[in-house]
Protein backbone atom coordinates (compact mmCIF):
# COMPACT_ATOMS: atom_id res chain seq x y z
CA UNK A 1 0.00 0.00 0.00
CA UNK A 2 1.39 3.37 -0.87
CA UNK A 3 2.37 5.58 1.78
CA UNK A 4 0.80 9.02 1.40
CA UNK A 5 2.94 12.52 1.34
CA UNK A 6 2.82 15.30 2.89
CA UNK A 7 5.79 18.16 2.40
CA UNK A 8 5.69 20.88 5.26
CA UNK A 9 7.68 23.75 5.52
CA UNK A 10 9.41 25.19 8.63
CA UNK A 11 10.22 28.68 9.48
CA UNK A 12 13.99 28.31 11.09
CA UNK A 13 13.63 29.69 14.59
CA UNK A 14 9.73 29.61 14.65
CA UNK A 15 7.65 26.78 16.58
CA UNK A 16 6.35 24.29 14.23
CA UNK A 17 2.69 22.75 14.22
CA UNK A 18 0.58 21.28 11.98
CA UNK A 19 -2.44 18.71 11.92
CA UNK A 20 -2.53 15.30 9.70
CA UNK A 21 -5.75 13.36 9.18
CA UNK A 22 -4.95 9.57 8.95
CA UNK A 23 -7.10 7.17 6.74
CA UNK A 24 -7.70 4.28 5.61
CA UNK A 25 -9.95 3.51 3.00
CA UNK A 26 -11.39 7.05 3.19
CA UNK A 27 -12.16 6.63 6.94
CA UNK A 28 -10.02 7.86 10.17
CA UNK A 29 -7.72 5.92 11.53
CA UNK A 30 -8.65 5.14 15.22
CA UNK A 31 -5.55 5.78 17.02
CA UNK A 32 -7.01 4.36 20.57
CA UNK A 33 -3.45 3.07 22.26
CA UNK A 34 -0.94 3.63 18.64
CA UNK A 35 2.20 5.40 19.82
CA UNK A 36 3.45 7.80 17.37
CA UNK A 37 6.70 8.77 16.57
CA UNK A 38 8.21 11.51 13.68
CA UNK A 39 11.38 12.05 12.81
CA UNK A 40 13.41 14.23 9.65
CA UNK A 41 16.94 13.75 8.89
CA UNK A 42 19.01 15.57 5.61
CA UNK A 43 18.22 12.08 3.48
CA UNK A 44 16.63 8.69 4.61
CA UNK A 45 20.72 7.37 5.58
CA UNK A 46 21.58 10.15 7.29
CA UNK A 47 22.74 9.35 11.04
CA UNK A 48 21.76 12.58 12.93
CA UNK A 49 17.74 13.64 12.99
CA UNK A 50 15.78 15.62 14.70
CA UNK A 51 12.72 14.41 16.56
CA UNK A 52 9.09 16.26 16.45
CA UNK A 53 6.56 15.97 18.73
CA UNK A 54 3.51 13.71 17.68
CA UNK A 55 0.18 12.85 19.46
CA UNK A 56 -3.04 12.56 18.67
CA UNK A 57 -5.64 14.99 20.97
CA UNK A 58 -8.49 13.04 19.81
CA UNK A 59 -7.65 9.45 18.77
CA UNK A 60 -10.71 8.51 17.33
CA UNK A 61 -10.80 11.63 14.78
CA UNK A 62 -7.12 10.01 13.27
CA UNK A 63 -5.71 13.49 13.56
CA UNK A 64 -1.75 13.70 14.56
CA UNK A 65 -0.41 16.86 15.30
CA UNK A 66 3.09 17.35 14.99
CA UNK A 67 5.04 20.19 16.08
CA UNK A 68 8.70 21.52 17.17
CA UNK A 69 10.08 23.95 19.37
CA UNK A 70 12.19 27.06 18.15
CA UNK A 71 14.17 25.85 20.27
CA UNK A 72 15.13 22.84 17.68
CA UNK A 73 14.11 24.58 14.69
CA UNK A 74 16.84 27.39 15.40
CA UNK A 75 19.49 24.95 15.41
CA UNK A 76 18.29 23.48 12.37
CA UNK A 77 20.37 24.47 8.77
CA UNK A 78 18.23 26.14 6.18
CA UNK A 79 17.46 23.35 3.03
CA UNK A 80 15.39 20.30 1.85
CA UNK A 81 15.03 17.26 4.38
CA UNK A 82 12.98 14.24 4.22
CA UNK A 83 10.76 13.03 7.24
CA UNK A 84 8.15 10.11 8.17
CA UNK A 85 5.87 9.68 11.00
CA UNK A 86 5.61 6.36 12.03
CA UNK A 87 2.44 4.46 14.16
CA UNK A 88 3.04 1.33 16.46
CA UNK A 89 0.17 -0.85 17.68
CA UNK A 90 0.58 -4.45 19.35
CA UNK A 91 4.38 -4.21 18.49
CA UNK A 92 4.11 -3.50 15.00
CA UNK A 93 5.27 -0.43 13.35
CA UNK A 94 3.83 1.39 10.17
CA UNK A 95 4.91 4.15 8.37
CA UNK A 96 1.92 6.27 8.01
CA UNK A 97 3.00 9.58 6.37
CA UNK A 98 6.00 10.71 4.90
CA UNK A 99 7.43 13.53 2.65
CA UNK A 100 9.76 16.44 2.38
CA UNK A 101 10.36 19.12 4.77
CA UNK A 102 11.57 22.81 3.40
CA UNK A 103 13.20 24.89 6.51
CA UNK A 104 13.42 28.14 5.76
CA UNK A 105 15.89 31.15 6.83
CA UNK A 106 14.20 34.14 8.80
CA UNK A 107 15.32 37.64 8.27
CA UNK A 108 14.98 37.91 11.76
Do not use: C, Q, W
Not at 17 to 33: C, H
Not at 35 to 51: I, V
Amino acid sequence: MAVPAVNLTIDKGTTFSTSIKLKRDGAPINLTGYTLSAKMRKHYNASSYYTFTATSPSPTTGIVSVGMASSITSTIPSGRYVYDLLITYSGNTFKAVEGTIIVKGTAS
